[in-house]
């Protein structure tokens, strides 16, 4: 009997048990991280994902007497034909695109020169990083500061220099690139450059020493070492940083408002896309409204979802092909 | 735009509430059913709390001071009534005030604007309080100035009472008048006057400018709108449908900024001002004159900016013709919560009358403002008609600190106030950037600007089905 016994439990039995054990293994192994993990969802769920579809869902609502009810599209036909609504999007695009120019390029010329330098590098890596420790709202009322047409530093140092003052922010005019938006994109290329620059220099430390000094051997020169080795060699981290960029520039908000005080420019010149949808969610006072709000911001998350997608999409065919 | 600053508690009001304690008794129910967290009702032994907020918070030392003897002399005088002091100031940030609306959590009896009106009524959380408010229960409802009733008023339903009515003058500093050789008792009442009078205080030179205007923070289309009032034009017109500031008046008005800031250049190259910017100015005796409610010197300049009230006086709105045909008026109320019960709803305005609409109690008590060192004597708020307002002006008469000839010609305008436009804050900020290229654009062309302006203008009123 017992040696029955001994025969069939182990015919019948073991594969079941050790699948349990197993999972049970893993379950254990992994419990801690299962830990960590809700914690971050929860997170994610609250304070992202929620709002994200809530935005949406409010997009198509409207509030009345203290009712709410479905609008269908109303919200958006309504910031479709608000004016401002593609003053808003030339200039976000106007700032991006500038931005993208100036504060895309500056960091990574600058992380090649420091990467360069062979004397007081700490130093400069920190003079260079300063500026992102400023709070942003502090380093723009500098700015203002700056920028100020009658006591400003800038127009001080024209003054000195015999050359005509400007108006800055303060700048009339809408034919791109306006004065006023390329004081804000100065502004926000200092605010935020330390931290592009660093991990440029990262990328760059990186990149074995042999290759330049194989460059070196064949006669290039500093252009085409840049050309031909460190571009190519960094490609990974400008092509994420570029993504980057554009999101966080199309989402400029605070560098207009502070630099405007709360205002928009001249002629709606620095009005950017977030910008209006404050000023539909919490400006007009008695107009205001979270409705109109949402749309835009549904409409901002599309182009910028819609960017991303593309992005990813022909960064990961381009990375096929290599 | 601050304008609940000053606190000032007053004797003992005596005056009992017709049924309180019956309403009280009904209200229990529904006082322990609220769940909001800005809701403290006790509701026990008819006892009832009311939240109230816009009081002076402690950085405003005599002022907090005064707003917590008020209460506890209000608290003596009715111990059924507790009132939670909510401190803040200013009294209303609208980022935030858009998210209580919006959330719900309003204090019991809560501070607006009078602009703030349809924001409130389309959260549906203002409660309707015209079974509350009789000659019973507000003794001075019927001197109240008529524009402020209506500022609380749906149809025929009352939202709230008013505490604070304003027109709107030209605050000049009388230091520089006098420096430049100008008779401030005589303050330019036209356009070509303070034209004049502005270049020749800029003459003065160390960065002293004749005239200041905002164009931001919606401050601007604030300022314009009761610039055009004086001129005898409108924003909009008369059924709310449409844009109407694009007139020979708002023309005018434009004109004569853009002179003086590039023909004259009797105003700053520095634009894109918001409010408390002049403030500062005038109180450095940098600024010549601009455009404000009285308040704005015992609130702000003297108080907070360190400016020595006796430089100041006011004149008029500026107009072509020398007489304002006109005055934005605006001011701010008390709004009670939706939630709020008929016991609750019967505290507050016990509390408001006590606090702001009785002569000689609390922000009435010129006797108490004398003593405390505050200066008395300007023609603000100027909330009643009729006996309420003469025994008002008899009680400031004999408490004035200030000298009332710097404010006669002000004061004798005697301004219509036209209240503000449908969508206020709304228009206002359209006519930001209009202002601003008027003040920072040599070649503003003003008739187009102003087209430009109606068309978003009429945008938003059609969107806001006005």
Known sequence: ?322 | MTRRLHRRAGPANRRRMAGITVVAALGLGAAACSSSPAATNASSGGHVTISVDCAPPASAPQQHKEWNEDVAIFEKQNPNITIDSIYENPCEVPASFTAMLDAGNEPNVFYTYFTDKNQVLDAGQAADITPYVTAQTVPALGDIVPSAMAAVTAGKTLYGLPTVNYTQGMIINRALFQQAGLNPDDPPTTWAQVEQDAKAITKLGHGIYGYGDYSAGNNGGWHFSSEIDAEGGHMVNQAGSAAAFDSAQGQAVLQALHTMRFVDHSMSPTQQLAWGTLQKQMAANKLGMYIAAPDDIYNVIVPQDGGNINDYGMGPLPSTAGTPAGSLSGGNDYMFAKRDTPAQIQAGIKWLVFEDLTPGVGQFNYVRQKADGFPVGFPEPQLFTGATATKQQQLLDASATVNPAYYSTFSNAHEQPMGEPVDAQAVYKTLDPVMLAVLTNPNANISQLLASATSQVNQILANSGA
């Open chain 1, 1 to 322: 009997m017992v040696a029955t016994v001994r025969k069939t439990v182990p015919a019948a039995g073991p594969a079941p048990s050790r699948a349990a054990s197993r999972l049970a293994r893993q379950a254990r192994r992994n419990v801690s991280a299962h830990g960590f993990l809700i914690g971050a969802v929860l997170c994610f769920a609250f304070f992202s994902w929620y709002p994200m579809c809530r935005e949406i869902v409010m997009s198509f609502q409207q509030r009345h007497l203290g009712v709410t009810s479905w609008a269908g599209w109303s919200n958006y036909i309504r910031i479709f034909h608000d004016p401002t609504f593609w003053i808003a999007w030339r200039n976000t695009l106007e700032f991006t695109v500038l931005a993208l120019i100036v504060g895309y390029a500056v960091p990574f010329f600058v992380a090649i020169l420091l990467n360069e330098l062979r004397h007081a590098r700490g130093y400069l890596r920190c003079l260079v990083y300063l500026p992102v420790m400023l709070p942003p709202t502090a380093a723009l009322l500098l700015f203002a500061y700056f920028y100020d047409p009658t006591y400003g530093l800038f127009n001080d140092i024209l003054r000195h220099l015999h050359l005509p003052v400007s108006q800055w922010v303060q700048s009339p005019g809408t034919a791109v690139p306006t004065m006023a938006m390329i004081s804000v994109v100065i502004a926000a290329t200092w605010m935020n450059m330390g931290g592009a620059t660093l991990i440029y220099l990262a990328a760059l430390q990186n990149i074995p020493g042999e290759l330049y000094e194989a460059a070196e051997l064949d006669g290039a020169g500093l252009v085409r070492k840049i050309r031909h080795i460190t571009i190519p060699q960094t490609r990974l981290i400008l092509s994420m940083l570029l993504m980057l960029q554009i999101v966080a520039t199309m989402q400029m908000f605070v560098e207009a408002f502070i630099l405007t005080n709360g205002g928009a420019g001249v002629n709606d010149n620095t009005l950017s896309v977030v910008n209006l949808i404050y000023t539909y969610a919490f400006a007009l006072s008695g107009a205001s409204n979270y409705n109109s709000a949402s749309a835009l911001g549904v409409v901002l998350m599309l182009v910028l979802s819609v960017f991303s997608g593309a992005y990813l999409w022909l960064t990961r065919d381009r990375e096929g092909l290599t």
